[in-house]
């Protein structure tokens, strides 16, 4: 008897434990609703009012921040009409001429857009399952209004690059494409009608290349590609990346298709020249190059870097030709002008080498002849005054001339120059 009743009050006391958990979670749901109720009654007559909307938008975004909140229609359509408000008084400040902070406005532009977009989300899934045709109470009036503000979202974008704010330009720019594929505008067929998405990915490609985020440069790259005008600028930006991500094949792909496309642009050429050669395929280069040479046959760069591939294929009478055409073509510069092309020194320095090398080949043979001596003796001869001329224009570069100059005044026993170059590769 005296169990049944411990086991009757036990149960007595879950059942009042249960009701107490009950009367607490309505009692705080009742305050939450009033919470609420109170919070956007607030901010509606701030609304009103026109005044101190900062505040009511910073109330309803803390009601939002509980994502219990954010099913009330209220909270999103009140945030939305502030918003409006706020919007509207900063573009009439602006068409006054009045001080107005650009950035905040452009800041308000975006959240407006992206709340009329949750809210649509919002209404949208409270007609799923619905078979009767449904009326959106709010898609096409703000649809319309952000159909008219929505360029504001492309001149932030760009507004915000100007500023090398690259993160917030790529924000707005993404806004402005994704409302190509938002219910919201549907009606209006932005992927269809808006001829400037492209150049908008293209720009949002450059903030992700920028940032150094490959996720975002490659986000928007397929519509970017669509963007004629700014193409080549597009394979350089996918190159880099690739390479960033270490996708070789894609990467080799790219500057393919660009050196292809447009082989006097500066970007592919050397980095293809680069892998090539990295890759022991010199005779991939030479081809690159030889293309590169029909399109700007005077190219220093250009017939410099051929002169480096022929002497590193020991095809060294043709590389003195192409560095004494060179040499040839710029006699008439100024000294400065001399320092300011790089390949002009590095001619002098591969006509050098590549007599240098021949003399080392023989110097190296051990059954070297009197006639082969001399021949050695007169490639040193001929390499001397090349490598002096790029000791002259490139002095601090002593890794690639005093070695060799040291060699060649030993043979041709210059005793005064061999002393000097002797003490300057001891104190090295």
Same mark, same amino acid.
Request: hydrophobic share 30%; glycine share 4%; net charge positive.
């Given at each position: 008897?005296?169990?049944?009743l411990c086991?009757?009050?036990?149960?007595?006391?879950?059942?009042?434990?249960?009701?107490l958990l009950?009367?607490?979670?309505?009692a705080?749901?009742a305050?939450?609703a009033?919470?609420q109720?109170?919070?956007i009654?607030?901010a509606r007559?701030?609304?009103?009012?026109g005044?101190n909307? +900062?505040?009511?938008?910073?109330?309803?975004?803390k009601?939002l921040?509980?994502s219990a909140?954010?099913?009330n229609?209220?909270?999103w359509t009140?945030l939305?009409d502030v918003?409006h408000?706020?919007?509207?008084?900063?573009?009439?400040q602006?068409y006054l001429k009045?001080?107005?902070d650009?950035?905040a406005?452009?800041m308000?532009?975006?959240?407006l857009?992206?709340v009329? =977009?949750?809210?649509?989300?919002?209404?949208?899934s409270s007609?799923?399952?619905?078979?009767?045709?449904v009326?959106?109470k709010?898609r096409? =009036?703000h649809a319309?209004?952000?159909?008219m503000?929505? @360029?504001?979202?492309?001149?932030?974008?760009?507004?915000?690059?100007?500023?090398q704010?690259y993160?917030?330009?790529y924000?707005?720019l993404?806004?402005?494409?994704s409302?190509?594929?938002?219910?919201?505008?549907?009606?209006y067929?932005?992927? +269809?009608?808006?001829h400037?998405?492209? =150049?908008?990915?293209y720009?949002?490609?450059y903030?992700?290349?920028?940032m150094?985020?490959?996720?975002?440069?490659?986000?928007?790259?397929?519509?970017?590609l669509?963007?004629?005008?700014?193409?080549?600028y597009?394979?350089?930006?996918?190159?880099d990346?690739?390479?960033?991500?270490?996708?070789?094949?894609?990467y080799?792909?790219?500057?393919?298709?660009?050196f292809?496309?447009?082989?006097?642009f500066p970007?592919?050429?050397p980095?293809?020249?680069?892998?090539d =050669?990295k890759?022991?395929n010199y005779?991939a280069?030479?081809?690159?190059?030889?293309?590169a040479?029909?399109?700007?046959?005077k190219s220093?760069i250009?017939?410099?870097?051929?002169?480096?591939l022929?002497?590193?294929?020991?095809?060294?009478p043709?590389?003195?030709?192409l560095?004494?055409s060179?040499?040839?073509?710029t006699?008439?510069f100024?000294?400065?002008?001399?320092?300011a092309? @790089?390949a002009i020194?590095?001619?002098? !320095?591969?006509a050098? !080498?590549?007599?240098?090398?021949?003399?080392v080949e023989? +110097?190296?043979?051990m059954?070297?002849?009197r006639?082969?001596?001399n021949?050695?003796?007169?490639?040193?001869?001929?390499?001397? @005054?090349?490598l002096?001329?790029?000791?002259e224009?490139? @002095?601090?570069?002593?890794?690639?001339w005093a070695?060799?100059?040291?060699?060649?005044?030993?043979?041709l026993?210059m005793?005064?120059?061999f002393?000097?170059?002797?003490k300057?590769l001891?104190?090295?």
């Open positions: 008897m005296k169990d049944r086991n009757r009050r036990r149960l007595w006391m879950r059942i009042h434990w249960k009701y009950l009367c607490l979670a309505c705080l749901c305050g939450n009033f919470g109720k109170k919070a009654s607030a007559d701030l609304l009103k009012s005044k909307l +900062d505040a009511a938008q910073q109330s309803m975004e009601l921040d509980d909140n954010r099913q229609e209220k909270i009140t939305y918003l408000k706020q919007y509207e008084q900063g573009n009439e602006l009045q001080q107005y650009t950035t406005l452009f308000k532009t975006r959240r857009f992206q009329a =977009v949750s809210l649509d989300s919002l209404e949208a007609h799923k399952g619905k078979r009767e045709k009326k959106f709010f096409d =009036v319309q209004f952000l159909n503000i929505r @360029p504001n979202l492309y001149n932030g974008g760009l507004y915000f690059i100007h500023k704010n993160k917030d330009g924000d707005f993404t806004s402005y494409i409302c190509a594929r938002e219910s919201l505008f549907r009606k067929k932005y992927a +269809d009608t808006d400037q998405l492209p =150049v908008a990915a720009w949002a490609v903030c992700g290349y920028k150094r985020d490959p996720k975002a440069t490659l986000h928007h790259a397929y519509l970017a669509k963007d004629t005008a700014h193409y080549v597009m394979l350089q930006y996918l190159a990346t690739y390479r960033l991500e270490g996708d070789t094949a894609r080799v792909s790219s500057l393919r298709e660009g292809s496309k447009y082989p006097s970007f592919f050429f980095r293809l020249v680069d892998y =050669v890759q022991g005779k280069a030479i081809e690159t190059t030889d293309r040479l029909k399109e700007r046959p220093l250009y017939r410099f870097t051929k002169s480096t022929l002497l590193n294929t020991q095809q060294y043709a590389c003195i030709d560095c004494d060179i040499l040839t073509d006699k008439n100024s000294k400065d002008s001399l320092k092309h @790089p020194a590095g001619a002098y !320095l591969n050098g !080498l590549a007599y240098f090398n021949q003399a023989l +110097d190296k043979s059954s070297t002849s006639k082969e001596r021949r050695m003796l007169e490639y040193y001869r001929k390499a001397l @005054p090349y002096v001329h790029y000791r224009l490139e @002095p601090e570069d002593k890794s690639k070695l060799p100059l040291y060699t060649i005044y030993l043979n026993n005793g005064k120059e002393d000097e170059i002797d300057l001891e104190n090295k």
